[in-house]
């Protein structure tokens, strides 16, 4: 079974500017996340859908970050402008039935 | 919200067991994971209790106990692939609305030595 699949896997970018990073999830897996792992700490949830709704984004920073997920399986997440905090790997991952989460591969962001 | 904490770093011996402890503070619980990340890869997942008591899975063990907002991850027969982070996360109690995201410890980076 192919696992999660995330691009770019690298992104440089100067601040102000704006990126964005996409997931596609393991085939069949209704729940999507996005984490947020900054260098020495654990992943951090930002959002989940669940199909094409989303059910959490308490901790998305909402004036700067935005994700979709139009038709229930690829998402995208957006920052627009980008701020040097935000350098960080960006986890997708996903999961069926309330089981277990995998995750894909991440994307490694640098702010200059 | 939840509160994890686990060791930094911790050091063992080719061969050997470890031991690698999780407290966490809760405003609701329904499980722990922990989780296997190598450098510069993707969390793997170890293991998931929901119970009190001892889970085995061949040379992975993981512990909870509820009452004590405990946890912990047993490896034997350590092997040098072992050295990685191990990560500890807790999923909030079922709300119902379908959130299960996990909040994460900052993860304990295991050395091991030949």
């Known amino acids: 079974e192919a696992g999660v699949a995330q691009s770019p896997r690298y992104k440089i970018i100067e601040k102000r500017q704006s990126v964005a990073f996409w997931c596609n999830p393991i085939?069949?897996?209704?729940?999507l996340y996005w984490y947020q792992q900054i260098l020495g700490q654990g992943p951090k949830l930002l959002i989940q859908?669940?199909?094409?709704?989303?059910?959490?984004d308490s901790q998305l920073p909402k004036d700067r970050f935005s994700a979709e997920r139009l038709k229930g399986v690829d998402s995208t997440l957006k920052i627009q402008p980008a701020k040097l905090e935000d350098s960080a790997v960006y986890l997708c991952?996903?999961?069926?039935?309330?089981?277990?989460?995998?995750f894909g591969p991440g994307t490694r962001l640098t702010v200059l | 919200g939840q509160n994890i904490d686990q060791p930094t770093e911790m050091t063992a011996t080719e061969g050997a067991i470890v031991q690698i402890n999780c407290t966490y503070q809760?405003?609701?619980?329904?499980?722990l994971f922990w989780y296997q990340q190598h450098a510069g890869e993707a969390p793997t997942f170890l293991s998931y209790?929901?119970?009190?008591g001892l889970e085995e899975k061949g040379r992975f063990s993981s512990f909870l106990s509820r009452s004590k907002g405990y946890s912990y991850l047993l490896l034997k027969e350590l092997q040098m692939k072992d050295s990685a982070s191990y990560l500890c996360?807790?999923?909030?109690?079922?709300?119902?609305?379908?959130?299960?995201?996990?909040?994460f410890g900052k993860g304990t980076h295991l050395i091991i030595q030949p």
């Open positions: 809760t405003s609701g619980f329904n499980g």
């Open positions: 996360a807790v999923r909030d109690q079922y709300s119902g609305g379908g959130a299960d995201g996990l909040t």
């Open positions: 991952a996903s999961s069926s039935a309330y089981n277990e989460q995998f």
């Open positions: 859908f669940q199909n094409n709704g989303v059910v959490d």
């Open positions: 209790n929901v119970l009190d």
């Open positions: 085939s069949g897996h209704a729940t």
